[in-house]
Nanobody
Framework: QVQLVESGGGLVQPGGSLRLSCAAS????????MAWYRQAPGTQRELVAA???????NYADSVKGRFAISRDNAKNMVYLQMNSLKPEDTAVYYC???????????????WGQGTQVTVSS
């Protein structure tokens, strides 16, 4: 089992910045990708950003140029730097570990509990 714990959410004004952190209980290098998703009230959960084991990144069009995902394998940490925040970014943000390559839990994915980000003046 892999536990993911997000932190760093909160209330911020439009144009402000936040950095979300995801702490994993196991090595994140066992997963094909680490990702951040978000879900706003009345909407489907959507992919925000992902980073592969090889370091390639992918972003939703709505956050390109504003958000940056990074990982620190030595610390089992994943980050999401969010700049130039907009009210439309308001959502619960979830950390995701996608598709384990370990024999123990091959193909399994894991989710954190989510952290609230509210962008409002």
């Amino acid at each position: 089992q892999v536990q993911l714990v997000e932190s760093g959410g909160g209330l911020v004004q439009p144009g402000g910045s936040l950095r979300l952190s995801c702490a994993a209980s196991e090595s994140i290098d066992f997963f094909d990708a680490m990702a951040w998703y978000r879900q706003a009230p009345g909407t489907q959960r959507e992919l925000v950003a992902a980073i592969s084991r090889g370091g390639s990144t992918n972003y939703a069009d709505s956050v390109k140029g504003r958000f940056a995902i990074s990982r620190d394998n030595a610390k089992n940490m994943v980050y999401l730097q969010m700049n130039s925040l907009k009210p439309e970014d308001t959502a619960v943000y979830y950390c995701n570990a996608d598709k384990s390559r370990r024999y123990l839990d091959f193909g399994a994915s894991y989710w954190g509990q989510g952290t609230q980000v509210t962008v409002s003046s």
